[in-house]
């Protein structure tokens, strides 16, 4: 193997990847807002009833307690929609949050399946927790 | 004008449960009360109204439910005078106003019952969003039904709903801020 001082390349490299990871590990992590926001837009119906495919929420939502744990929905749609048991109206929004990590399904008529499920991690409360919890973002976002 | 609207969504942020902004009117329904009388939503202004649908022969949400409200209601203490917990049934054809009754007072003998015919309850139950299954058949079927817990304020808005597993503590903090 050839010594850092010898491959200047690869020794920035080792030492830019310890930098993220250490980041990752220790910087906390914050939010403008707890709250995670998406809208129902105008029309959403009247394209699902013309034989549109129409995917606005994604069928997984992520949130983290501690950190982003309020579900923030709008319905800026002309028609009532359902989520979970309950109906939200025109121009009503609905600000749900949770306080238990766990793995939450509900009907949603805002979905082609008409179903969405909403994912609570725990809150990554430690260095380990907060490199795991970065790195399956990063996984998310790819994804 | 701006400061009670910031305290307003303080308030709203601050709430427990899932909270509907702006706040509808609550759909009235006018049913049979376990008491025998006539039940309708428009009669408890001026109240805070936990609304809860279910039914009798529930094995656990009903059960679990019901014993966090009771407790809830006692830990308010005198506040508790100005609440009034409604749990409509989803199985009208077994819960008598009778057995709404004696199934309600083994929790709290404030609680009140509603029934009626399947089509009174089951308009009831598509006004507020709530879905209802029968599993099974025979006598001993059961009811699949939405376990959401629906807080009413005062001038009949529907407020907030409160999820099924809360604690009695924080329905005890979200009526409490519905009060006041």
Redesign the interface.
Known sequence: MRPFHKSPILGLVTVATLGAVAWAAFAPITFASREEPFEIPKGTWAQRMAGNKVEILPSRVFLTLGIRDVLLLKNLDDVPQ?F??????P???????F??ASS?QF?CTAHASGQMTVVVDEQPDTAWRRLVWRTKRIFRVVA | MLMPMMAEAND??A??A?????P?EAPDFSVRASDGAALALSHYRGKVVVLGFGYTHCPNVCPATLAVLALAHRKLGALGSQVQVIYLTVDPERDSAERLKQYLAAFDPTFLGGTGTAAQMAAVRTS????AEKIGTGSDYAVAH???IYLITRDGKLRA?M?F?HKAEDYVHDISMLLN
């Open positions: 359902i979970g048991p309950t109906l939200m109206m121009g009503q929004s609905f600000r749900l949050p306080e238990v939450y009907a | 709203i942020e709430l427990k899932g909270v509907f902004n702006p509808r507020y969003g709530v879905t939405s376990s959401f709903l999820p597993g």
